[in-house]
């Protein structure tokens, strides 16, 4: 990450996620659309979040304005949710699989899914992050 990138992120974007860890973020993120395990958008994330179902949250650091999406590190709160701030909403569209940059994302839970190990390891990572 360039000087310049570092100045835009805003420190209200907390916890932020190194570069390894958006790495493996991005990774998973695309995973799970390619399984529909993905909700795009600030809006369907705050669904998810309502009906208990998202696995964990990922917003873009340099959305504008940042206070889009500040509701959701409080609500992700409220229903113990994992929750991480990733640098770039450009990256995270592409991770989406989507031509538009995206500023929220959830990850849902399914049971039966071939991610449930990937995503449980991520929780634990970003959990980490919050302590």
């Not at 995973?31 to 949250?57: P, V």
């Amino acid at each position: 990450m360039t000087v310049a990138e570092e100045e835009a992120v805003n420190p209200k974007a907390y916890p932020l996620a190194d570069a390894q860890l958006t790495i493996t973020i991005m990774d998973l993120v695309q995973q799970a659309a390619n399984y529909k395990q993905l909700k795009k958008g600030a809006n369907e994330s705050t669904k998810t979040l309502n009906r208990g179902l998202a696995a964990f949250i990922v917003m873009a650091a340099d959305a504008t304005p940042l206070e889009i999406l500040l509701h959701l590190p409080l609500l992700s709160e409220d229903k113990n949710v994992p929750y991480v701030f990733v640098p770039s909403k450009q990256a995270l569209g592409r991770a989406c699989g989507v031509t538009r940059p995206v500023i929220a994302c959830s990850v849902t839970n399914n049971e039966g899914s071939q991610l449930q190990s990937q995503i449980q390891q991520l929780k634990d990572a970003i959990e980490k992050l919050l302590i």
